[in-house]
């Protein structure tokens, strides 16, 4: 399981069950689940007071208990195998970030075990990302992977089954749609919301101000005035957004930077052969690879499916326990 601030993913036998926002709807009064998932993320920031949508995990870790216990128990009822319901796995192996505390792990073990795991594990999210992108984490050679999430982006350098040097930063896709809000607010005197400055970033979101031929169009966005509540339509452009996001990006060029500094010189040497691998949804940020590549002068691969790369990882570590020490 991918639990993550923006998507939980699940996993099974190396196919994805459950792909839903990390998004649960609670009746206020009785603190009981009324969605999960896409259900309840129709409801984000559309709700009557009677509701309360809540994203339970913010910058990686879990920001409210029960409402994640929750969340992880509808996501798992949701499981279905063929035409009937999927009865909880006794066994579960969760990515956590690698710079989580005592304190926040033991709150995800916590959670899992209350939604119904009888056999918790918890493993960095990074080692996931790799074991999911197909990298032998257990050979004696330096592989480098940069997951970037929806609150935090995991970068690690990896080899005999350990983390070597490593970056927790939480600053990832939330940050950027924060970057993305702000900047419609103060460059167009629009407000948009959370949900629509996300969709600015799927669509015309960039890190560099020139993508030649991958250019998309220019994004419509509609939302009211700042000042006047009139009704505005303004038009965005990749180039815009790509210098929004200069700042946050640069936050993320520096700490790859600071891991490599940790590496010892002859995993640096298999990492320049190697290549730096890019997961997580940040991954898919129109000209990222490009920029990160001549900005650091390793090559960037983006993995084929980013978004699930933790998840297939959880699942692969979950079918293969007995060879995996590094599971906690």
Same mark, same amino acid.
Request: proline share 5%; net charge negative.
């Given at each position: 399981m991918d639990l993550g601030t923006a998507n939980t993913i699940i996993s099974m036998g190396g196919k994805i069950m459950v792909d839903e926002p990390s998004v649960v709807a609670l009746d206020r009064r009785t603190e009981k689940m009324i969605a999960v998932?896409? *259900? =309840? *993320?129709?409801m984000y920031e559309k709700t009557s007071p009677e509701i309360r949508t809540i994203r339970p995990l913010q910058d !990686?870790?879990? =920001? %409210?208990?029960?409402?994640? /216990?929750?969340?992880?128990? !509808?996501?798992i009822k949701n499981m279905r195998i063929g035409n009937r319901l999927f009865s909880p796995s006794l066994k579960m192996v969760i990515?956590?970030?690698? !710079?989580?505390?005592?304190?926040?792990l033991r709150a995800v073990r916590d959670s899992a075990e209350h939604a119904g795991g009888r056999e918790v594990y918890l493993i960095y999210e990074p080692m996931a990302a790799a074991i !999911?992108?197909?990298?032998?984490?257990?050979?004696? &050679?330096g592989n480098m992977i940069v997951d970037i999430g929806g609150g935090s982006t995991e970068i690690a350098v990896i080899s005999l089954g350990g983390i070597v040097a490593d970056r927790s930063l939480r600053v990832a896709g939330d940050e950027l749609t924060a970057d993305i809000q702000?900047?419609?607010?103060?460059?167009h005197n629009v407000k948009v919301s959370e949900r629509m400055a996300e969709r600015i970033k799927i669509n015309v979101g960039a890190?560099?101000? %020139?993508l030649g031929d991958q250019a998309p169009e220019d994004y419509i966005v509609y939302g009211?005035?700042?000042?006047?509540?009139?009704?505005?339509?303004?038009?965005?452009?990749?180039? /815009?957004?790509?210098?929004?996001? &200069? *700042?946050? #990006?640069? *936050?993320?060029?520096?700490? #790859?930077?600071? =891991?490599l500094e940790d590496t010892p010189p002859e995993l640096y040497a298999d990492i320049v052969h190697n290549g730096i691998y890019l997961t997580g949804g940040g991954a898919l940020l129109r000209g990222l690879a490009k920029r990160l590549t001549d900005k650091i002068n390793i090559p960037f691969h983006v993995d084929e499916d980013p978004l699930h790369s933790v998840a297939n990882g959880t699942s692969i570590a979950l079918r293969n326990i007995q060879n995996f020490s590094f599971l906690m």
């Open positions: 998932g896409s *259900k =309840a *993320k129709m !990686g870790v879990i =920001a %409210d208990f029960n409402a994640c /216990e929750q969340m992880i128990r !509808g996501m990515g956590v970030p690698s !710079g989580s505390t005592e304190v926040e !999911g992108v197909g990298i032998d984490v257990l050979a004696p &050679e702000e900047y419609m607010s103060r460059q890190a560099l101000s %020139d009211p005035n700042r000042i006047t509540a009139l009704p505005m339509k303004v038009a965005v452009c990749y180039q /815009e957004i790509a210098h929004c996001l &200069e *700042k946050t #990006i640069a *936050k993320i060029e520096t700490a #790859i930077l600071g =891991a």
